[in-house]
């Protein structure tokens, strides 16, 4: 999935299980940025990608801790930067950890890291067609 790669899912599961494939291409330290407006899909995605990795717990929108972090190998960083409020915060939450370890980084709402997304390995961008409609853009 190196090159660009545009999807169309129809509802939930389906991307649930796109995810789960997409997740099989991951290698450890791989980082994931997330865009789409509310309700767009990236927990779904995100929930997706956790399952494909062998983790069998909750998978929910860490908004209001920002990072929830998934005891798995490899470990899963979840992070949401939805309630973020300025990119200097990004100090203090330490993107960088997750950018140079070797677990596997999901960050919703990565729009708000503007131009500091050094080590972000992988954009996924997911725009809502229709209730039931999503187009994923891997870029
Ligand atoms: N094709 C689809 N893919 C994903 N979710 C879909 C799809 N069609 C409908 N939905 C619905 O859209 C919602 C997506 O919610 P989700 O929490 O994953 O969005 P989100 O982008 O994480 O939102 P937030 O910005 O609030 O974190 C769910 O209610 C889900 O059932
Ligand atoms: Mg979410």
Request: proline fraction near 4%.
């Amino acid at each position: 999935m190196n090159s660009k790669t545009e999807v169309i899912t129809c509802g939930e599961k389906e991307t649930e299980d796109w995810a789960g494939a997409f997740a099989r291409t991951l290698s450890p330290g791989a980082v994931i940025a997330l865009s789409g407006n509310l309700g767009a899909g990236k927990t779904a995605l995100s929930r997706g990608i956790c399952k494909a990795l062998g983790f069998r717990g909750q998978v929910s929108s860490p908004t209001y801790t920002i990072v929830h972090e998934y005891p798995n190998t490899p470990p899963i960083y979840h992070l949401d930067l939805y309630r973020l409020n300025s990119v200097s915060d990004l100090s203090e939450i330490g993107l960088d950890y997750y950018a140079f370890n070797q677990g596997i980084t999901l960050i919703e709402w990565a729009e708000r890291l503007e131009n500091q997304e050094t080590g972000i390995t992988h954009f996924i961008r997911i725009e809502i067609l229709s209730d039931n409609e999503r187009k994923i853009t891997v870029s």
